[in-house]
């Protein structure tokens, strides 16, 4: 099935916003990937590869990358938050002058913020008045960004408190390798993936200590009840 074709700011040039910008240059949308790295927006340029994160990966021509934040979001209908949850309300903060009217804004990172303890959404709420917004949908799930980037099948979930803007970007990333699941329970999508981390390194501990399947399933286990 064609999809419309969208125009898409990706905030953020690691491994995830890289691997992303892979599936949504995939369906056929238009991708400006942000990155303060001339080095590395040249590169994707010019070969069309992130030599830094993904090196192996050779992106659509459908991707292009700036460091110019105003040229990023320039008439897109998405803006998508890749960068550290540390980092998210600073860069948030920078883009607002070149915001022009509601944007829907989506953030994929994982994490809560030090200090203040907010889930993403709560940031991205505090930090983007009404006017400039659509809406906030997260992007979250089981996902590595080098298998995202090799079209390694993978699931992921879509959740807001506006479920119709969430279709719709279940829309704009869905394909055959990428599926996207829609979810209500906003709070449960940000809280599990920003806790899943720990019981993730906790389980990588495990193996460098050279414990078997038992430890790493009773650690997994007891995580999910405490999760």
Known sequence: MMKDKKSVAMIGAGSWGTALSLVLGDNGHSVRIWGKDEKTIAGINSLHVNSKYLPDITLPKEVV????LEES????????LAVPTKAMREVTSQLLPYINGPKTFVHVSKGIEPGTLMRISEILEEEIPENKRKSIVVLSGPSHAEEVSLRHPTTVTVSSKNMTEAELV???F?????RVY??????????????KNIIAVCAGI???LGFGDNA????????????
């Open 65 to 68: 990358g700036t460091t110019s």
């Open 73 to 80: 979001v320039r008439d897109v209908d998405f803006i998508i």
């Open 170 to 172: 279940q829309d704009l």
């Open 174 to 178: 869905i394909n055959h390798n990428f």
């Open 182 to 195: 829609t979810n209500p329970d906003l709070i449960g999508v940000e809280i599990g993936g920003a806790l």
């Open 206 to 208: 495990a193996d460098g």
């Open 216 to 227: 790493k399933a009773a650690l997994i286990t007891r995580g999910l009840a405490e999760m």
